[in-house]
């Protein structure tokens, strides 16, 4: 994870790095859409698209349904590694 810079492509909504001079794709998520993505301390990728969040275990790279319809606003990574999402209030 360290010296690369991660990013997500505005118009094919998928999760690159840079590094060397150079963008590749992230493995564990070739050809899958990503709106917000982040690494744990385990270096598990835990992601958001449209409509699920999803977990990727660094072990085996077996992707892992966590919820539908998810209505997060962000996500981010404390100093520990743990993951944090920011929950939109429900408007019931």
């Not at 690159?16 to 493995?27: D, L, R, T």
């Not at 998520?29 to 449209?50: A, C, E, P, W």
């Not at 790279?61 to 920011?86: Q, S, T, Y």
């Amino acid at each position: 994870m360290k010296g690369k810079l991660y990013f997500i492509r505005f118009s094919s909504l998928e999760a690159y790095y840079y590094e060397n001079k150079k963008m590749k794709a992230i493995p564990a998520l070739f050809n899958t859409t990503v709106n917000q993505f982040v690494f744990d301390k385990d270096n598990n990728i835990f992601f958001i698209n449209s409509t699920e969040l999803f977990g990727i275990k660094n072990s085996d790279n077996k992707v892992i349904f966590l919820e539908d319809n998810p209505r997060f606003l962000g996500m981010a990574v404390d100093h520990a590694g743990h993951v944090h999402l920011c929950e939109m209030e429900s408007t019931l």
